[in-house]
Each structure stands twice: as structure tokens, then as C-alpha cells.
Nanobody, 124 residues
Framework: QVQLVESGGGSVQAGGSLKLSCTAS????????VGWFRQAPGKEREGLVL???????AYADSVKGRFTFSRDNAKNILYLQMNSLQPEDTAMYYC??????????????????WGQGTQVTVSS
């Protein structure tokens, strides 16, 4: 059974950094596409980074160069290092997974498993 649990959110000032963690039980790099999405109030869910079995992250343009994905396979933990945070990065951040070794889509509806989310708030 897949279970995703995020942590690490909080409040920071613009220009600051946060590192999110996601404990991903029931997920392996060879069987699941994983990634991070976010949703700001009044906005649609936005894909930030996706990683498939090839293990090469694909980043959305909005976070490329600022956010970095990593994983600890031994501990089944996914990370999202977020640098140079801006007020527009304020959102609920979600760890996601789908039972397919290839991602192939940024559509949030195609990701079966979601964590409960962790809130990130960036003040100016």
C-alpha cells in the first residue's frame, strides 16, 4: 500500500530556503513515477518536478534552477530543496506518485497517490 507523508514546510522570508521531505512507503524507483506538486489558493495544482525510473528529474520552468529533487532510496524518502523562495511560491506542497515507471504527463489527475500536503508561506 502506497503512503506518502510530507514534512518540512513552514514560513520564510523572500530569498530564503526550505527543504521538504516525503516518506514514501510502497513506492520504488523502478515501479513508480514520483514528484512534487503545489497548489496556491484559488489556483490549479501545478507540477514542479517529476522523476521516473530513469531517475532524471524533469523540472517545471517556474522552479528550474531554484528547486532540486533528491531521494534516499534506502530510507524511501523524497526531498525537495527550495532556494530563492518568493512570495509567489506560497502554496500547499504535495508529494505524488503513480504506479508507472514512466511519468509522461504533468496532469495532476494522472497521479493516483497524494500526501496530505505541507504548507509553505513566503513573506516579502
Amino acid at each position: 500500500q502506497v503512503q506518502l507523508v510530507e514534512s518540512g514546510g513552514g514560513s520564510v522570508q523572500a530569498g530564503g530556503s526550505l527543504k521538504l521531505s516525503c516518506t514514501a512507503s510502497g513506492v520504488t524507483s523502478s515501479t513508480h513515477c514520483v514528484g512534487w506538486f503545489r497548489q496556491a489558493p484559488g489556483k490549479e495544482r501545478e507540477g514542479l518536478v517529476l522523476i521516473d525510473s530513469v531517475n532524471v528529474p524533469a523540472y517545471a520552468d517556474s522552479v528550474k534552477g531554484r528547486f532540486t529533487f533528491s531521494r534516499d532510496n534506502a530510507k524511501n524518502i523524497l526531498y525537495l530543496q527550495m532556494n530563492s523562495l518568493q512570495p509567489e511560491d506560497t502554496a500547499m506542497y504535495y508529494c505524488v506518485a503513480r504506479p508507472d515507471p514512466y511519468c509522461g504527463t504533468w496532469s495532476s489527475s494522472q497521479y493516483k497517490y497524494w500526501g496530505q500536503g505541507t504548507q509553505v508561506t513566503v513573506s516579502s
